[in-house]
């Protein structure tokens, strides 16, 4: 045992019923006198919450009154007896000044207790005939009394009621919960005057009441969530026990102790929102970091934009123009041009390079998958939909949102991105609450504004909420003299990431990377550089160009009409499946010497009416 509180001995040993100290921090009896031994055997030591079994909860809330007041008692709660029966006792228990979670309880066993007055008052009335008796009366008469002081002391609402469901009696802390006086509700249908609807506005039958089980099928109920109504009108949600009660072993009715628990389902909704913030926060950040690793294991062409041609300059002064505003921006060039670090230089130049760029390449997903991806979704909403998902939009909320190859978007998506993008919320897919969004939109298409819209292939009212600020951006055939500072850069990134030395680039592979018209621009020009820092053993710089690229290559300052730059483009396009043998995809496919995305190569295949004839 362990050391007792000062004086402890000597004051447990003095009381005459059993008696013990509880340490509820410990879960244990840190001191107890014989008479608590003999009834508990707590000898044997253990956890005291051992001994309660399904009592546990009570003796909760036992311990929390006791807190709460000072001192309480119970009879609610049952002890496991030192031969192991259940022990129906009653419980007092009051803190102890000085010693923080320990609190003194004193057990007295009710049978033990009825049978030594039962005997007691037999013997008394006994001896004492009629006169006695009426004493009886009296005494008996003054005991009812005591007991309503009792209930009416109860911090718990209690009341009861007849087989009939009329109310008998009704304590003073129920009527003050609930607003009714004992006039309004002794000798009435308690059911129909507090328990007749569910908080959701459905009647509540007296049929599925489990107060009246209690009764017609003589059980005890315990209910942890439900609604009383006030005599205002107003719910309370409380939680209660209903438990038959007998007369001479003939059911008499019901006794209900219920308490008001609405602050406490109040604050559990607080808790669960909380949670259900923290929860979704964490998801998003969780989907951030995964884009925010993606992008940067991913090598970009270069760090910086490069170049010093008119058109750079021109690219430059409209990214500064409107970075520091939260104007949509809409890019457009081909592919390989730099649309994606065009956005990337606006964010970053913004007030919202705090948060992150969230960048979505609207031809990667298929289009089953492009809702969720976009949106986002709820788990059940669909097929693979194991746990709550975050979609783009709402993990760019506060920063930007990236929309590569817009052009590429179902047109169905394209109506609800418009719809969230203007109203400033997103619905997660199979859900109904919308979430509030704070983004800055930047799009970016292979096509003009006027292509775009002739083509069919973006809504006229989504093009027109995403052109408010068009930038163009120029390819690279258009401005040869960036080549040679966009060559040697390209080259110093490749030679780090293969841990190479840095070749030397010759005039003479200069002049013939200037005299090639690039149809995949940087892009390709990047995939060029690669290769020739992986076969250049020496220090010079050994460029490896395909017999298409050898074509007698136009003046580097020719204008060329449109039709003769999409013949070029589809020139360049059957050269390249003419020598991976028509396959697209995969490490050695057309797709990855082009330096563009499969479902890129085959859009632009499809427009451009390419079939196996052409390149077999």
Known sequence: MDAPLPDADSLLCALPDAALVLDTVGDRVAAWNARADTLLGLSGGGRFSARLGAALPRFVVFLEEIDHRGQAWTRDVALDAADGRP????????????????????????????????????????????????????????LERRNQLILDAAGEGIYGINAEGLTTFVNRAAQEMLGWSAEDLLGRDTHAIIHHHHLDGERYDHRDCPIYHSFRHERVSRIEDEVFWRKDGKPIRVEYVSTPIYDSKVLAGAVVIFRDITERKENERKLREALD?????????????????????????????????????????????VAQTDATVLISGETGTGKALVASAIHKDSARARRPLIHFKCGSVAPEAVAAEIFGQIRGAGPGAVRDRPG?????????LFLDDVDELPMDIQ??????????????????????LDIRVIAATTLTPEQALKSGRVREDLLLFLNVFPIACAPLRERPEDIPALAAQLL??????????????????????????WPGNVRELRNVIDRAAIVSKGRKLILELGEAQRAAPAAPHAVRTEAEMQRMVRDNIVACLRETGGVVSGANGAAALLGVRPTTLSSRIRTLGIGPQDWR
């Open 87 to 142: 022990l129906r006792c009653e419980i007092r228990g009051s803190l102890i000044a000085g010693a923080p979670g320990r609190m003194l309880l004193s057990v007295a066993d009710l049978d033990e207790i009825n049978r030594r007055a039962e005997l007691s008052e037999a013997a008394r009335l006994h001896r004492a005939g009629v006169t006695e008796w009426k004493r009886a009366q009296g005494f008996f008469a003054e």
């Open 277 to 321: 913030e923290v929860a979704a926060l964490r998801d998003r950040l969780e989907e951030e970091n995964a884009y925010l690793q993606e992008a940067i294991s991913t090598e970009r062409a270069h760090h910086d934009i490069i170049g010093s041609s008119p058109a750079i300059r021109l690219l430059l002064t409209r990214i500064e123009l």
């Open 392 to 400: 783009r939009l709402e993990i760019a909320h506060g920063g930007t």
């Open 415 to 436: 109506g609800r991105l418009l719809h969230a993008l203007q109203s400033g919320t997103v619905t997660r897919l199979g859900d109904t609450r919308a979430k509030t």
């Open 492 to 517: 110093r990134i490749a030679c780090r990431r293969l841990n190479r030395p840095v070749p030397v680039i010759t005039e003479g592979t200069m002049r013939r990377m200037m005299d090639y018209d």
